[in-house]
């Protein structure tokens, strides 16, 4: 059975508690939805970059915006990746959202097939690797790390989503999504899109553990600042049969829950910033529209003439603040024109 070693350290203690302090004051505001979709649809870049970035992909983060917002018609290799990924983030948020999901093997392979659709053999996407698997320093490009043999991967895939189910209620989950995350990049269970894999997995563990402000945070991005740093921390050095028994999780876990912090901080300023922006707020007549757009699924500018005594020309100046702001949009000509919600793409 799994049973790894870890202590409770001051410092593991201390960020445990900062992380409660932080997502309690975040879940304890109440924020508009545009701020909270467009924060959404940040993280949801960032992590894209970050990770496929952290497994070596070239491109920058302004490639990656662009890649996201507009399809290219060809897709190169690393373009591919950062679709994939932004999917397999789309359909995870939808999947936490939903609260239905059992955190199992069939979810993992899931997440592993999106992430390497197309851009490896069929036969081994979604699937557990079935030959010895090599991890190469990313620098060097020479061997480091030997995992686990493939015929002991599906019993020890299985130990730990016992030991996930077994403590789900006796450990504190930070500290459980921490061991899951670098368990399964010990164990190394596909022939590519571990570590992808596993930054998705660990984000939904979090998720159905609770903390369900992580739709808006993307902790790929503190393991991309340092990438040597990520490594060293979740890796291992050597053959995992001479040193399975020695492994330690401690320094890891303080590492996961300080990446955690510095994340968290960087979206709460983020959206204090948003929040306090006089270009975001939204007075009596802007929520009038939107009440109404909630109501009858659409507004016009005659409809909104008899909600409030304002201009005309003020009137379209209230629906192109909204449009702005990415809430609403326009559509048909002349007399015809109505304004709906847009649908914002994740």
């Known amino acids: ?18 992380i409660t302090e932080i997502v309690t004051g975040l879940n ?8 909270l979709a467009e924060l959404e649809k940040r993280a949801r870049e960032i992590s894209a970059f970050s990770s496929t970035s952290i497994e070596g992909n070239p491109l920058p983060l302004t490639d990656v915006k662009r890649i996201l917002k507009n399809k290219p018609e060809h897709i190169r290799d690393s373009e591919k990746e950062v ?17 239905k999901q059992i955190f199992d093997l069939s979810l993992i392979l899931k997440i592993q097939k999106t992430v390497t659709q197309d851009l490896i053999e069929k036969n081994r996407s979604g699937k557990l690797r ?22 002991e991967v599906p019993k020890l ?17 930070l500290i459980l999504a921490g061991i899951f995350h670098k368990q399964f990049v010990i164990i190394h269970p596909f022939i590519d899109g571990n570590g992808r894999t596993a ?63 510095d994340e968290l901080l960087r979206v709460e300023k983020q959206l204090n910033q948003e929040t306090a922006s006089p270009e975001n ?17 659409f507004i016009s500018d005659r409809d909104y003439a008899k909600l409030i ?8 100046l209230d629906f192109r603040k909204l449009i702005a702001l990415n809430i609403i949009e326009k559509q048909g000509n002349g007399k015809a024109t109505y304004y709906k919600f847009k649908n914002i793409e994740k």
């Not at 005594?309 to 379209?316: E, F, G, H, S, V």
């Open 28 to 35: 304890s505001r109440s924020f508009s939805g545009v701020i």
């Open 281 to 297: 707020e939204l007075k009596s007549y802007h929520k009038k529209i939107i009440a109404y757009i909630e109501k009858h699924g």
């Open 130 to 151: 079935q030959e010895p698997v090599f991890v190469n320093n990313p620098k060097t490009r020479q061997t480091v790390y030997l995992p686990p043999e493939h015929l």
């Open 83 to 99: 679709l994939n990924y932004n999917k397999a983030l789309i359909e995870l948020n939808e999947l936490i959202a939903d609260e």
């Open 199 to 261: 930054r998705l997995a660990t984000k939904v563990l979090l998720a159905k553990m609770g903390l369900n402000t992580f739709n808006l945070f993307s902790f790929e991005n503190y393991y991309n600042q340092n990438v040597s740093k990520y490594f060293q921390e979740v890796g291992l050095l050597g053959n995992y049969y001479d040193i399975k028994n020695d492994i330690d999780f401690t320094s890891w876990l303080e590492y996961f829950t300080d990446g955690i912090i």
């Open 157 to 173: 895939m299985n130990e730990i989503f016992e030991y996930v189910i077994k403590n789900e209620n006796k450990i504190d989950p």
């Open 1 to 18: 059975m799994f049973h790894p070693k870890y202590i409770i350290s001051g410092q593991l203690l201390a960020n445990i508690k900062r």
């Open 309 to 316: 005594d304002r201009a005309k020309p003020t009137r379209n």
